[in-house]
C-alpha cells in the first residue's frame, strides 16, 4: 500500500501460516459466542471513508468490513474466492477480459439493490476522481467496465494482468451504492453506505462504530453485535494503558515493540490481557537514489551490505517483532527467495566491504547521511537508523549520521532527488509477489531512487504479470531478485510480525492477522 503508506496481488501460496498464538487469545469463540460487542483501540488515525480515497492501513480497514468486493481472501489464505460475486473468471486466453457473475439478492445497508451498474460506477468512479491519496493507481491496466445484465460485469484490460483477481479483492475493489456517491467527487460527510457485514453508524475524531448490517449476504459470520473502534491518533503509551486498564477489549496496530515484550513477560502473572501473533507480508527496505554522488555507487552500496547486520537490528530495535529480510519478495509469499542472503551473508564481513571499496579506488571513510522519517514509518526508525549507523561506522570505513524529518517534507525531498539512502516501507495491497516488485522496480515506480533494469521492466514484470499460472513464475521472480540483489537500489531490511493484545476474554484474533492483510471484525468474540 504505497510506501504510504506503511504500507498495504495474488498468490497461489495457498493455506499460509495463521500465526503463533499465546494465552486465551488463541481460540475461537465459534457459534457459542456470546455475541457481546466489542471496543478495539488503534494508534492509526482511519483517513477516509470513502473508498475512492483511502490509501492507508486504516481506512482499509474500515473498507474490509463496511463494503463489500466482487472477491474476497479466505481467513488464512491469499487465493481470492468469491464475496459479492457468485463467480468470476478470466474469459480469454490472454488474461484481458475478467468476467464476474453476482449474487442474486445483494442489498446495500440502506437497503438499495446491489446490481452491475453499482459495480462498474464504483470502478469508473475511483478512475475519474483519481485522488492522490486513493487506490486509483493500482489499475492502470482497467480499460473499460460493462454490464450485459444486472448480474454481470465484464473489466477489460488494458494489457494483461493475471494478478487483477486480487487488486478488485483488496479495499481498492470496495463496491459503493451509486445512488448514494457522487461520481466526480469524494464523500466529506464521514458516512459511508456499503453491503459488507458491517455499517458505518458515525464516525468522528476519536471513535468510529460499527453495527451489523443486517442486509449483508456473504461468506463472513459474524460473531459480535458490534464494534467500537478508538482512535489513540498515535498515542502508544495511551493505547497501552488502555488495554492494561481494561478500557478496550484489543489493542491493535501501534503498540510499540518494548510495550509488546513487557505485555508478554508479564501475561505469566495473570494481568488479564494476552498477545497474539499472526503473519505479515510488511516489509522495510533501505533505499538509494541510484543519481547520487555516493550511494550512487555501486562499491559504496556493496559494502553497506556486507556491513548490515539485520538480526542485530531486530533483536536491539524491534524485539524480536519482526524477523531479518534476505529479499524483496518476503517469506510466505509465491516467489521468495534469499537472494541477498546467498550474495552478502549473514553476518558482517568488513573484509569483504573493505574489498568492494578499494576496487573502485576509495580508500577514505564514506561520508553517508541516512534519512529517516519516524512520522510515518514509527518512532523506532529513528533509532533502527542510528542503529545501522553504528555497525558502518563501527567497520572504519564508514562516517555514517542520521537525520529525520516530518514525513510531508520527506517526501518533498526524495521527489526532488536531495537524500542519497533513505527508508521506505511497505504494506502489501495484495498477497501476490507483483505487488513487492512492480510497485518498486516497474515503470514510475514508487522508490523514486532513478532506478531502471531493462530485463526487469522489459521482460520480468509484464510476463509474470500476464502468467496466470502464477506457480509457474516463480523462477522469473528469483530471476529479478537476483539482480535487485546484483544491483542493489534497495536492501530489504525486516519483515514484520502482526500482534494484537487483547483480553483474556476475547477470541478469534488469530483469523485477523495473516498475510492478507484483511482484519476481520467479524471473526472477533467475547465471552
Same mark, same amino acid.
Given at each position: 500500500?504505497?510506501? *504510504?503508506?506503511?504500507?498495504?496481488?495474488?498468490?497461489?501460496?495457498?493455506?499460509?501460516?495463521?500465526?503463533?498464538?499465546?494465552?486465551?487469545?488463541?481460540?475461537?469463540?465459534?457459534?457459542?459466542?456470546?455475541?457481546?460487542?466489542?471496543?478495539?483501540?488503534?494508534? /492509526?488515525?482511519?483517513?477516509?471513508?470513502?473508498?475512492?480515497?483511502? !490509501?492507508?492501513?486504516?481506512?482499509?480497514?474500515?473498507?474490509?468490513?463496511?463494503?463489500?468486493?466482487?472477491?474476497?481472501?479466505?481467513?488464512?489464505?491469499?487465493?481470492?474466492?468469491?464475496?459479492?460475486?457468485?463467480?468470476?473468471?478470466?474469459?480469454?486466453?490472454?488474461? =484481458?477480459?475478467?468476467?464476474?457473475?453476482?449474487?442474486?439478492?445483494?442489498?446495500?445497508?440502506?437497503? /438499495?439493490?446491489?446490481?452491475?451498474?453499482?459495480?462498474?460506477?464504483?470502478?469508473?468512479?475511483?478512475?475519474?476522481?483519481?485522488?492522490?491519496?486513493?487506490?486509483?493507481?493500482? @489499475?492502470?491496466? &482497467?480499460?473499460?467496465?460493462?454490464?450485459?445484465?444486472? +448480474?454481470?460485469?465484464?473489466?477489460?484490460?488494458?494489457?494483461?494482468?493475471?494478478?487483477?483477481?486480487?487488486?478488485?479483492?483488496?479495499?481498492?475493489?470496495?463496491?459503493?451504492?451509486?445512488?448514494? !456517491?457522487?461520481?466526480?467527487?469524494?464523500?466529506?460527510?464521514?458516512?459511508?453506505?456499503?453491503?459488507?457485514?458491517? =455499517?458505518?453508524?458515525?464516525?468522528?475524531?476519536?471513535?468510529?462504530?460499527?453495527?451489523?448490517?443486517?442486509?449483508?449476504?456473504?461468506?463472513?459470520?459474524?460473531?459480535?453485535?458490534?464494534?467500537?473502534?478508538? @482512535?489513540?491518533?498515535?498515542?502508544?503509551?495511551?493505547?497501552?494503558?488502555?488495554?492494561?486498564?481494561?478500557?478496550?477489549?484489543?489493542?491493535?496496530?501501534?503498540?510499540?515493540?518494548?510495550?509488546?515484550? /513487557?505485555?508478554?513477560?508479564?501475561?505469566?502473572?495473570?494481568?488479564?490481557?494476552?498477545?497474539?501473533?499472526?503473519?505479515?507480508?510488511?516489509?522495510?527496505?533501505?533505499?538509494?537514489?541510484?543519481?547520487?554522488?555516493?550511494?550512487?555507487? &555501486?562499491?559504496?552500496?556493496?559494502?553497506?551490505?556486507?556491513?548490515?547486520?539485520? +538480526?542485530? &537490528?531486530?533483536?536491539?530495535?524491534?524485539?524480536?517483532?519482526?524477523?531479518?529480510?534476505?529479499?524483496?519478495?518476503?517469506?510466505?509469499?509465491?516467489?521468495?527467495?534469499? $537472494?541477498?542472503?546467498?550474495?552478502?551473508?549473514?553476518?558482517?564481513?568488513?573484509?569483504?566491504?573493505?574489498?568492494?571499496?578499494?576496487?573502485?579506488?576509495?580508500?577514505?571513510?564514506?561520508?553517508?547521511?541516512?534519512? %529517516?522519517?519516524? %512520522?510515518?514509518?514509527?518512532?523506532?526508525?529513528?533509532?533502527?537508523?542510528?542503529?545501522?549507523? =553504528?555497525? &558502518?561506522?563501527? %567497520?572504519?570505513?564508514?562516517?555514517?549520521?542520521?537525520?529525520?524529518? $516530518?514525513?510531508?517534507?520527506?517526501? =518533498?525531498?526524495?521527489?526532488?532527488?536531495?537524500?542519497?539512502?533513505?527508508?521506505?516501507?511497505?504494506?502489501? /495491497?495484495?498477497?501476490?509477489?507483483?505487488?513487492?516488485? $512492480?510497485?518498486?522496480?516497474?515503470?514510475?515506480?514508487?522508490?523514486?531512487?532513478?532506478?531502471?533494469?531493462?530485463?526487469?521492466?522489459?521482460?520480468?514484470?509484464?510476463?509474470?504479470?500476464?502468467?496466470?499460472? *502464477? $506457480?509457474?513464475?516463480?523462477?522469473?521472480?528469483?530471476?529479478? +531478485?537476483?539482480?535487485?540483489?546484483?544491483?542493489?537500489?534497495?536492501?530489504?531490511?525486516?519483515?514484520?510480525?502482526?500482534?494484537?493484545?487483547?483480553?483474556?476474554?476475547?477470541?478469534?484474533?488469530?483469523?485477523?492477522?495473516?498475510?492478507?492483510?484483511?482484519?476481520?471484525?467479524?471473526?472477533?468474540?467475547?465471552?
Amino acid at each position: 500500500m504505497n510506501m *504510504r503508506n506503511q504500507w498495504p496481488v495474488l498468490s497461489v501460496a495457498t493455506g499460509l501460516a495463521v500465526g503463533l498464538l499465546t494465552g486465551c487469545g488463541s481460540q475461537s469463540g465459534g457459534s457459542g459466542s456470546s455475541g457481546s460487542s466489542i471496543v478495539m483501540g488503534m494508534s /492509526d488515525d482511519v483517513l477516509a471513508t470513502d473508498p475512492a480515497s483511502g !490509501y492507508d492501513p486504516g481506512s482499509w480497514l474500515l473498507f474490509n468490513n463496511v463494503f463489500q468486493s466482487l472477491l474476497s481472501f479466505p481467513k488464512g489464505g491469499t487465493e481470492p474466492e468469491p464475496e459479492a460475486a457468485k463467480e468470476c473468471s478470466f474469459t480469454d486466453t490472454a488474461t =484481458k477480459v475478467y468476467s464476474c457473475t453476482l449474487q442474486s439478492g445483494l442489498k446495500f445497508s440502506n437497503g /438499495d439493490a446491489l446490481t452491475s451498474e453499482d459495480v462498474k460506477f464504483s470502478f469508473d468512479r475511483m478512475l475519474k476522481i483519481n485522488d492522490d491519496a486513493g487506490p486509483a493507481i493500482m @489499475f492502470p491496466m &482497467l480499460d473499460t467496465v460493462e454490464t450485459p445484465d444486472a +448480474q454481470t460485469v465484464v473489466f477489460k484490460l488494458k494489457y494483461a494482468d493475471a494478478t487483477f483477481p486480487s487488486k478488485i479483492a483488496s479495499g481498492a475493489g470496495s463496491i459503493v451504492d451509486h445512488k448514494q !456517491y457522487a461520481d466526480n467527487g469524494l464523500r466529506t460527510d464521514n458516512e459511508a453506505v456499503g453491503s459488507g457485514p458491517y =455499517k458505518l453508524e458515525s464516525f468522528g475524531e476519536d471513535e468510529a462504530v460499527f453495527s451489523v448490517n443486517e442486509s449483508y449476504k456473504g461468506t463472513a459470520k459474524v460473531k459480535n453485535s458490534g464494534v467500537t473502534l478508538k @482512535f489513540f491518533h498515535g498515542d502508544q503509551a495511551a493505547l497501552k494503558t488502555a488495554i492494561e486498564n481494561n478500557e478496550i477489549d484489543i489493542a491493535y496496530r501501534g503498540l510499540a515493540a518494548d510495550d509488546i515484550a /513487557d505485555i508478554e513477560n508479564d501475561t505469566a502473572t495473570g494481568t488479564g490481557v494476552n498477545v497474539v501473533e499472526g503473519t505479515s507480508a510488511e516489509v522495510q527496505h533501505l533505499v538509494f537514489n541510484m543519481d547520487d554522488p555516493v550511494a550512487g555507487q &555501486l562499491s559504496v552500496r556493496k559494502a553497506i551490505a556486507y556491513l548490515l547486520d539485520r +538480526q542485530a &537490528l531486530v533483536d536491539e530495535v524491534y524485539q524480536d517483532t519482526a524477523t531479518p529480510l534476505y529479499s524483496i519478495i518476503p517469506a510466505g509469499i509465491a516467489g521468495h527467495n534469499t $537472494a541477498f542472503f546467498d550474495t552478502y551473508g549473514a553476518s558482517p564481513s568488513r573484509s569483504e566491504a573493505q574489498a568492494a571499496l578499494r576496487a573502485d579506488g576509495i580508500t577514505d571513510k564514506v561520508k553517508l547521511t541516512l534519512w %529517516s522519517t519516524p %512520522s510515518r514509518y514509527g518512532p523506532s526508525t529513528d533509532q533502527e537508523f542510528k542503529a545501522i549507523a =553504528k555497525q &558502518l561506522n563501527a %567497520s572504519g570505513l564508514f562516517d555514517a549520521t542520521v537525520k529525520s524529518v $516530518a514525513f510531508d517534507q520527506y517526501e =518533498k525531498d526524495i521527489a526532488d532527488g536531495k537524500y542519497g539512502v533513505y527508508v521506505k516501507g511497505w504494506v502489501p /495491497d495484495y498477497p501476490d509477489p507483483d505487488n513487492f516488485t $512492480a510497485p518498486f522496480f516497474g515503470e514510475g515506480n514508487v522508490l523514486s531512487n532513478n532506478y531502471s533494469n531493462s530485463t526487469i521492466t522489459g521482460r520480468l514484470i509484464p510476463e509474470t504479470a500476464a502468467e496466470s499460472n *502464477r $506457480a509457474s513464475t516463480e523462477a522469473d521472480y528469483g530471476k529479478l +531478485q537476483d539482480i535487485v540483489a546484483d544491483e542493489l537500489p534497495i536492501i530489504p531490511l525486516w519483515q514484520a510480525k502482526q500482534y494484537a493484545v487483547v483480553r483474556d476474554n476475547v477470541y478469534g484474533l488469530e483469523y485477523c492477522l495473516d498475510a492478507s492483510t484483511v482484519f476481520r471484525f467479524w471473526e472477533i468474540s467475547k465471552d
